[in-house]
T-cell receptor, first 112, second 115 residues
């Protein structure tokens, strides 16, 4: 079945530093989504990508849909304490309807 | 515009019991998906409902079942609860457009503990 490998599993950074995380897939996706989840809460959508090669920004966040359609990355610039949380990538294959396949998550810790 | 809401937020059940979790979809969304998230893992797709019909199912046994109502709200039912069913259950709603492009928005989840 489809699998997503998300890395790194965790990151400990200093406030103000930039962050990069990525996901790779064993198969092609039509859509890539990036979510952030705080403890005890549901995932919150950050960025959605619909085209191979697409580069999209949302404030300090930038994400790209890989050309091969098998990977995506998320960058966070100038991190702040409220960026702390778990970031998930998710891929969607139109042939499987609305089903999202999630990565294992990247836990981000930001030291003030 | 109201977001996705789930109830209850927390629940403790005994092994072998049955449980019903509820979800109200975001205004204008006609599709609801349910996910199970074990501690330290990403969400796993259980199934999806579109226009009151099951429209895709993940690798979960038949004791996981669901319903969608005419107002697009949904229920997840789990029979014969097992200890491994302890998890955060997430509901996501979406409004599929052309080519199944869709952005799924999640509720806050129901934390189920089976003892």
């Amino acid at each position: 079945g489809q699998q997503l490998n998300q890395s790194p599993q965790s990151m400990f950074i200093q406030e103000g530093e930039d962050v990069s995380m990525n996901c790779t897939s064993s198969s092609i996706f039509n859509t890539w989504l990036w979510y952030k989840q705080d403890p005890g809460e549901g995932p919150v959508l950050l960025i959605a990508l619909y085209k191979a090669g697409e580069l999209t920004s949302n404030g300090r966040l930038t994400a790209q849909f890989g050309i091969t359609r098998k990977d995506s990355f998320l960058n966070i610039s100038a991190s702040i304490p409220s960026d702390v949380g778990i970031y998930f990538c998710a891929g969607q294959d139109y042939n499987q309807g609305g089903k999202l396949i999630f990565g294992q998550g990247t836990e981000l810790s930001v030291k003030p | 515009e109201t977001g996705v809401t789930q109830s209850p937020t927390h629940l403790i059940k005994t092994r072998g019991q049955q449980v019903t979790l509820r979800c109200s979809s975001q205004s204008g969304h006609n599709t609801v998906s349910w996910y199970q998230q074990a501690l330290g893992q990403g969400p796993q797709f259980i199934f999806q409902y579109y226009r009151e019909e099951e429209n895709g199912r993940g690798n979960f046994p038949p004791r996981f079942s669901g319903l969608q109502f005419p107002n697009y709200s949904s229920e997840l039912n789990v029979n014969a609860l097992e200890l491994d069913d302890s998890a955060l259950y997430l509901c996501a709603s979406s409004a599929p457009g052309q080519g199944s492009n869709t952005e799924a928005f999640f509720g806050q989840g129901t934390r189920l503990t089976v003892v």
